[in-house]
């Protein structure tokens, strides 16, 4: 059976000036073969079918373009920049046999050192997570690492998205486990009890609302 070698497109950026990063897994495999359709921007999250910077776009009304065009990744990148977010996606590769974007469908997979970036980045002091500890999110590995590293992920809330510390460096860290920013999260975003109690209230309301809603807090 072949095998595809899902690599990751892009370094992680803006760790330098940053005070909190986007950490998620990796881009579908559209991104590392280059076939990008017109409604891609060929940066992080960029893919026409995430939801992330549609969230952001409308918590900062940012009015972003979704084109494959320079423009759409310059106002990404200011974005990015004008706020102190850093992105650094923790797989670095994986293998797959049947191509498409699920985290689940990764095998093999290489990390990136996360906890040496957060060693020679000190102004970091949140990691936010594109998912929560379901096999090969991006938590589930993060969690990997902190064990390797034999840190200990202490509980600041339990309730979505749930929070935690630990101390690495000479400091303390908080993780934010929000709701993944992809179609196939809504399912467990519906069931939800606020979901559904807002959407009761509200026919209108929608499970990308439900996002904008629990990200601003922590952008």
């Not at 979704?66 to 990015?80: G, P, S, V």
């Not at 977010?85 to 797959?96: M, T």
């Not at 957060?118 to 096999?135: A, C, R, Y």
């Not at 026919?203 to 807090?217: E, G, S």
């Amino acid at each position: 059976m072949a095998v595809f070698l899902h690599t990751h497109p892009y370094e992680p950026y803006n760790l330098e000036g940053a005070t909190k990063i986007i950490v998620g897994t990796l881009p579908p495999p559209r991104f590392t073969t280059g076939a990008l359709n017109n409604k891609d921007v060929d940066f992080c999250y960029g893919s026409s079918n995430g939801q992330l910077w549609p969230i952001l776009d409308t918590i900062f009304d940012l009015e972003l373009v979704y084109e494959n065009t320079h423009q759409a990744i310059e106002q990404r990148k200011h974005f990015l920049l004008s706020r102190k977010i850093g992105v650094c996606d923790i797989v670095a590769s994986s293998e797959r046999t049947k191509i498409d974007a699920s985290d689940i469908g990764m095998q093999n997979v290489q990390l990136r050192d996360i906890f040496g970036y957060l060693e020679v980045h000190p102004n970091i002091d949140t990691l936010l997570f594109t998912g929560g500890n379901s096999k090969n999110g991006p938590e589930y590995f993060f969690r990997r690492k902190a064990k390797e590293h034999l840190v200990k992920l202490e509980v600041v809330s339990s309730e979505v998205p749930r929070i935690h510390s630990f101390t690495w460096a000479n400091r303390t860290i908080k993780t934010v486990s929000l709701t993944a920013p992809s179609g196939a999260a809504n399912r467990a975003v519906g069931s939800l009890p606020l979901y559904k109690k807002l959407k009761s209230e509200d026919p209108n309301f929608t499970t990308i609302d439900f996002r904008v809603l629990q990200y601003k807090p922590f952008f």
